[in-house]
């Protein structure tokens, strides 16, 4: 399984910004998917997960209502929706795929993407 992440940039405090995690390989459509981040000099941290099929989903308390998490199985691809952006969202962003079809935790991630910058400027 590969996982390419993409869509992170530089943006304004306040804007929005959508990431993807292209996934290939088999039965990814029965895989929960997770994004999470990792700010400079920080523990890598849970943002979001969606279950195999989308009908479940889970957010970090402290993100909740900025964030939407999504997924295309058609597409292999997961979203990550960001909006009302701060500069403290600033990180790394990585996706990660665990290999059953509801979210455990970080430490049931098998695989994990190469991470997309995002930085806020206020």
């Known amino acids: 399984v590969q996982l390419q992440a993409s869509g992170g940039g530089l943006v304004q405090a306040g804007d929005s910004l959508r990431l993807s995690c292209a996934a290939s390989?088999?039965?990814?459509?029965?895989?929960?998917m997770a994004w999470f981040r990792q700010a400079p000099g920080q523990e890598r941290e849970f943002v979001a997960a969606?279950?195999?099929?989308?009908?479940?989903?889970w957010y970090a308390d402290s993100l909740k209502g900025r964030i939407t998490i999504s997924r295309d199985n058609a597409k292999n691809t997961v979203f990550l929706h960001m909006n009302s952006l701060k500069p403290e969202d600033s990180a790394v962003y990585y996706c990660?795929?665990?290999?059953?079809?509801?979210?455990?935790?970080?430490?049931?991630?098998?695989?994990w993407g190469q991470g997309t910058l995002v930085t806020v400027s206020s």
């Open positions: 390989g088999r039965f990814l459509s029965t895989y929960a």
């Open positions: 990660g795929a665990q290999r059953s079809t509801y979210y455990s935790g970080s430490w049931a991630i098998a695989y």
């Open positions: 969606v279950s195999y099929n989308g009908g479940m989903t």
